[in-house]
């Protein structure tokens, strides 16, 4: 292979940004957004992220979610690692990627380690946004491949793998692919179209089928099982909403809106202490004030000069920061909420993991992760 081949598989071509045969944007078909709720109530604004304390600052980059095994922590980060996190030690148990991961469009070759699950039989189970899906066996440093992105299901390629859940047998995992489009290095890009080209989709570890459980998704994110297994949550970021698919008893293969409307934009979802969830939000749709994502859902063509002159970390910049936090009950009702607004010590909050009584925040880009007793909140 030449070094022009090299750096063609390296580099391949982006898509463009599209429109339907009217002009607008696809996501614009789909109705505006509704007026945001008001930031009252268990919604009302306060400093609780504050209180939370930053670990590994400056030592890793991304921890996008977290995962313990009795008292040891593991996270992916941005170059492309799993690392075990213990006694304020960082130590790499897996890749499954190589080659130099300095930048994010070096992510398709290094790998980016997404969402991370503990399986019940001390194993890792990871969804890496460009290599698939894998289990880890982090005593023995063992790393398996379940299912290989490259492999296309029902026709479709998975370009953005993102996040997963796990039965309790550690049987079946739900997991979303983003888009079929858009890679995780252009997640911009895949805000800002409003694709639909999202997946929910169920692999079973014994038979290694695969199934689309839910297809039309704009920008599915998080995924989580509810603690009876009757059913799996599943963040519809772009649509500020969380989706519920049945996929056991008498509303198998059925689904429907768990939330609508949210405050903010919903990554990861975990499961709370109180039979609830915990969704990370790292941008809100302030109310009263300006969300610039429900202005821009209208007005399509803005978007595509937006990106026409700016780079995506450019457009970063002008997404106010403001990290929120909210628990949800069982049934989907708003319980509490934690806020840092101006992302002042918890910045790019991507999940809300707890254990033993704290709450670990994973970043998608930020330099640490943080820590929050849920008793000084």
């Known amino acids: 292979m030449s070094e022009a ?21 696809p996501e614009a078909k789909d109705g505006s957004f509704k007026e945001p709720p008001l930031l009252l109530g268990v919604l009302h604004p306060n400093t609780k992220l504050r209180q ?16 313990h095994i009795g008292d040891v922590m593991f996270t992916g980060t941005a170059d492309g690692r799993v690392v075990k996190l213990e006694n304020g030690e960082i130590e790499t148990i897996a890749r499954f990627g190589s080659g130099p991961c300095k930048t994010r469009d070096d992510e398709p070759v290094c790998g ?55 039965t309790q047998d550690g049987r079946k995992i739900y997991f979303t692919d983003s888009s079929s489009k858009w890679q995780r290095r252009d997640y911009l890009l895949l805000v800002m179209e409003g694709t639909d080209d999202g997946r929910l989709l169920e692999y079973d570890t014994v038979t290694r089928e695969v199934k689309v459980l839910l297809d039309q998704l704009r920008f599915p994110n998080g995924v989580q099982l509810s603690p009876a297994e009757d059913f799996v949550l599943v963040a519809e970021t772009t649509m500020a909403r969380i989706r519920r698919v049945y996929v056991s008893g008498l509303m198998k293969g059925g689904a429907d809106l768990f939330v609508e409307n949210m405050p903010g934009f919903p990554d990861n979802i975990r499961p709370s202490s109180s039979g609830g969830y915990w969704v990370g939000m790292s941008t809100i749709r302030p109310n009263p004030g300006f969300s610039m994502l429900d202005f821009l859902s209208e007005r399509p063509w803005i978007k ?15 997404v106010p920061r403001y990290s929120l936090v909210l628990e949800l009950s069982d ?7 934690l806020h840092d607004p101006d992302g002042l010590v918890a910045t790019y909050i991507s999940e809300v993991h707890e254990h033993d009584g704290h709450l670990y925040l994973g970043s998608f880009r930020s330099p640490f992760l943080c820590r929050l007793s849920l008793q000084a909140v």
């Open 5 to 25: 081949d090299g750096l063609r598989q390296r580099r391949p071509l982006r898509p463009q940004v599209v429109t339907d045969d009217d002009g607008q944007a």
């Open 52 to 67: 939370a304390e930053r670990l590994f600052e400056n030592q890793l980059v991304g921890p996008e979610s977290i995962a």
């Open 112 to 166: 980016r380690p997404l969402g991370i699950r503990a399986g019940p039989n001390g194993t890792l189970f990871v969804a890496d946004a460009y290599k698939g899906l894998f289990e880890v066996n982090p005593w023995k440093r063992e790393v398996k491949l379940l299912l290989s992105s490259e492999t296309p299901i029902e026709g479709k390629n998975m370009s953005f793998v993102n996040d997963l859940t796990v």
């Open 304 to 318: 595509r000069m937006i990106f026409k002159l700016f780079s995506q970390e450019t457009v970063m910049k002008f």
């Open 331 to 337: 049934s989907g009702a708003f319980r509490r909420s």
